[in-house]
């Protein structure tokens, strides 16, 4: 039929960061996920596309969120699904990635999405196993559909991305999702702007192109989308230092209250990639204010994972019987 | 090779005239009926015959709606480019409608098999029938023929039949089209 064409196709065999995508890729997964927008809107929200796909859902860290929407994904478009969490599993009787990803592959697994601890676990991967990679997060690296459904998000919500004015505020230092919204972000032409404690700032974060302001209120002023990222409990003082001193002072500092949002004067879009610890980052007033999208995030995230898959398979050799 | 005219402007605006009386033949007043065109080019056509029903019995009497049927086709992987979705626009259960499935050109079937399958995400119809403004008979792939036609053509494999529409390419036509000199 017709010629291969590069803007019909994806230009990666795997998702492992947006660093790999070109915008034409982050377009075509926007314009696809609209069609899976839709189709998770209909009475009946599945559709036969991926069902002679097998996908296996490897989590070596905890997550709910991530795993439902790409299991939720997986299953609307009619893939046979399998899920492994490492917890009580061979890893903890000292099987090696590779080795435990090779043993479910010899079951005829045709993708894999991948959750890690460890910063570059999936791109490692996607050099030595035969399986399409997506990158469901590795550690403090990269998490490319969070940035994908938050960037969809914005469009949907205020009609373009080219332009825009994101705050991200938080803990860049060890979040994931800062970094991969930073990237989809200025390929997209928004401009990004960075607010949170001097000790959660990388070092060297301005070498790539993005604004830093410790004072989160002339942030918000700046800015016409606000992501407040979780204070990641679980990553905090692992070299036996407090990066800040107490929830409370954060909260008084980087948190967004409704008393602060009023005083931006203007509507700032808000959003959050979940799960909020309420009353820290932001409180309850906040999060389910009018100009709040947290929920239509979590919305978008299964349309985009639909369309990551689906372009992802896409390009997976149909085996000749 | 020069393309071949199928349908001028004028015979265009006949034969979905005619298309509108038969519909209006067999179903009344066309309560229960639900027109439903296939995107991307099954929509012009059934615009155009919701406009004339319309204008024949004055006055708004079935649902319309446009269906996209990319996640059900059947060549998926199976080409190497992809075809990009479409807008589906469906307010309404089709439980128990009577459904009209309109495309511009029937050729293999395997559209509207797509079409059929992604139909039942939306209800169960109490019929299907399917409208076509060109039939490429005898080039069918599957058990599926139409219940309405504009018009029949005799053609082979590589010959192409493009349908242009007023609205999108500037004028009503049919031609038949060979990429053999």
């Keep these: 039929m017709s010629a291969l064409s590069s803007s019909d196709q994806l230009s990666s065999e795997h998702l492992l960061g ?32 991926l069902r002679d796909i097998t996908i296996a859902n490897l989590f070596f860290e905890s997550s709910t969120r991530t795993r439902v929407s790409f299991e939720l994904a997986e299953r609307r478009l009619s893939a046979d699904v399998v899920n492994f969490a490492s917890s009580g599993s061979s890893v903890s009787k000292g099987e090696t990635l590779v080795d435990t990803v090779n043993n479910i592959l010899a079951m005829k697994v045709d993708m894999v999405v991948m959750r890690h601890p460890d910063p570059g676990a999936a791109v490692f991967l996607s050099r030595h196993v035969d399986a399409r990679i997506v990158n469901a997060g590795d550690g403090t690296h990269e998490h490319p559909t969070q940035a994908l459904l938050d960037a969809y998000s914005i469009r949907e919500k205020l009609g373009r991305v080219n332009g825009v004015k994101v705050l991200i505020v ?27 404690p001097t000790t959660l700032m990388p070092r060297y974060i301005t070498s790539l192109g993005v604004k830093v302001e410790h004072d989160l209120d ?7 989308v606000a992501n407040m990222l979780r204070i990641q409990l679980e990553r905090q003082g692992g070299d036996g230092i407090a990066n800040f001193p107490s929830l409370r002072e ?33 409180t309850s007033e906040v999060a389910d204010h009018a100009n709040s999208i947290i929920l239509d995030q979590v919305e978008n995230g299964v349309a985009i994972r639909m369309a990551v898959l689906y372009l992802l398979a896409a390009r997976i050799p149909r085996q000749s019987v | 090779m020069q393309p071949m005219t199928i349908l001028t402007s004028e015979a265009f605006g006949l034969t979905v005239g005619r298309l509108c009386h038969q519909l209006i033949e067999d179903h ?6 639900a027109l439903i065109g296939l995107q991307p080019r099954g929509t012009a056509l059934a615009r155009r015959l919701r406009t004339g029903l319309e204008r024949i019995l004055g006055g708004e009497y079935l649902e319309y709606g446009e269906l996209d049927i990319t996640f059900h086709r059947d060549d998926f992987r199976h080409r190497s ?101």
Excluded at chain 1, 180 to 187: M, V
């Design chain 1, 170 to 196: 938080g803990d860049i230092l060890h979040s994931r999702v800062a970094l991969s919204n930073i990237l989809c972000l200025q390929k997209l032409g928004a401009e990004v702007m960075l607010s949170g």
């Design chain 2, 81 to 181: 480019s992809l075809h990009s979705p479409s807008v589906t626009q469906m307010d309404f259960s089709l439980d128990d409608r009577k459904v009209i499935l309109v495309d511009d050109v029937l050729f293999t079937g395997r559209t509207i098999r797509a079409g059929l399958d992604a139909l039942l995400a939306f209800g169960r119809p109490a019929s299907v029938q399917l409208l076509v403004l060109i039939d490429r008979r005898f080039s069918r792939e599957l058990p599926i023929q139409p219940d309405y036609v504009g018009k029949w053509v005799d053609s082979i494999a590589d010959q192409r039949v493009a349908v242009e529409w007023k609205e999108a390419e500037g004028a009503d036509r049919v031609t038949l089209q060979s990429d053999r000199p």
């Design chain 1, 18 to 49: 947006i660093s790999d995508l070109s915008p034409a890729d982050i377009e075509l997964i926007f314009r696809t996920a609209d069609g899976f927008k839709e189709v998770i809107n209909r009475p009946i929200k599945k559709v036969p596309s």
């Design chain 1, 218 to 224: 002339k942030a918000l002023q700046w800015c016409d």
């Design chain 2, 28 to 33: 009344g007043d066309l309560k229960g009926v």
């Design chain 1, 250 to 282: 954060y909260a008084m500092l980087f948190g967004l209250d409704l008393d602060r949002y009023r005083r931006i004067g203007k509507d700032v879009v808000i959003m959050h990639p979940g799960p909020i610890n309420r009353g820290v980052e932001i």
